[in-house]
């Protein structure tokens, strides 16, 4: 520990994003510049032009389309290693039982309150 230096605070970040319009001329003496701030960031430029921004929206559909169908798939993949145990729920005994599966054989049974375990059937 260095003598004499103490933690420095740190604040989070406040995202806010909003838009100022600047009404000043662009570099090239056409359009309006714009300045975006999101937090501690700010960016300016020129306002994009209109078939710019068509083509924009029509790429960011196009990737929506292609990136859809993992979205609508309900739950996550999980690959089993050996030795480490997965665990759901029981649909026949939900309040209390649970599944696990270890090395390829799946048991069920029941958590105990010291987190071990137990084979019921």
């Known amino acids: 520990m260095l003598v004499g230096s103490r933690p420095t605070k740190t ?16 570099s090239s003496g056409t359009g309006v510049m714009h300045t975006v ?16 921004i068509q083509r924009n929206v029509e790429a960011s559909t196009a990737a929506l389309k292609r990136a859809l169908p993992a979205f609508l798939r ?7 290693k050996k030795d480490v145990p997965l665990f759901w729920a029981d649909e026949d005994n939900p ?9 390829g054989k799946i048991e069920r049974g029941v958590v105990d309150e010291d987190g ?6």
């Not at 604040?11 to 662009?26: E, F, L, M, Y």
């Not at 071990?116 to 059937?121: A, G, M, P, R, S």
Request: charged content about 35%; aromatic content about 6%.
């Open 95 to 103: 309040k209390d039982g649970v599944i696990r599966k270890l090395n």
């Open 11 to 26: 604040r989070p970040a406040k995202a806010r994003a909003h838009t100022d319009i600047v009404a000043r001329p662009g």
């Open 74 to 80: 309900p739950g996550i993949r999980i690959y089993p």
């Open 116 to 121: 071990n375990f137990k084979v019921t059937d």
């Open 37 to 52: 701030r999101f937090g501690d960031v700010t960016v300016t430029g020129p306002r994009p032009s209109d078939e710019e």
